[in-house]
């Protein structure tokens, strides 16, 4: 059975820091690039950033620039998303997914989601 278990999310002031994680099983994780996205209420998935199986190559949404630094761990089957300077527009469920193509950017890319974690920021 395909697992994503996203964790780390919490309530975080405005400038602070949240690392999470995205623990996963029943695929063979070094085959897959990992990616999250986020939901807010009223608003649609998006894209937020995905890393290639290899660790080579990543992308980050606009908004995540300069912010967010996604890794991953083969050894361990678990990929991260650090985020510094977090912003109240931050808020979110944010969800880790397991995708085919090299660097995912849509949800249309991914063949397995996790469940989220909740991210809120307060002003």
């Known amino acids: 059975e395909v697992q994503l278990q996203a964790s780390g999310g919490g309530f975080v002031q405005a400038g602070g820091s949240l690392k999470l994680s995205c623990a996963t099983s029943?695929?063979?994780?070094?085959?897959?690039?990992i990616g999250w996205f986020r939901q807010a209420p009223g608003k649609e998935r998006e894209g937020v950033s995905s890393?290639?199986?290899?660790?080579?190559?990543?992308y980050y949404a606009d908004s995540a620039k300069g912010r967010f630094t996604i890794s991953r761990d083969n050894s361990m089957d678990t990929a991260y998303l650090q985020m510094n300077d977090l912003k109240p527009e931050d808020t979110a469920v944010y969800y880790c997914?397991?995708?085919?193509?090299?660097?995912?950017?849509?949800?249309?890319?991914?063949?397995?989601w996790g469940q989220g974690t909740q991210v809120t920021v307060s002003a």
């Open positions: 997914g397991a995708s085919e193509v090299v660097i995912p950017t849509r949800q249309s890319h991914y063949e397995f």
């Open positions: 029943g695929f063979t994780f070094d085959e897959y690039a």
């Open positions: 890393i290639d199986f290899s660790r080579g190559s990543t």
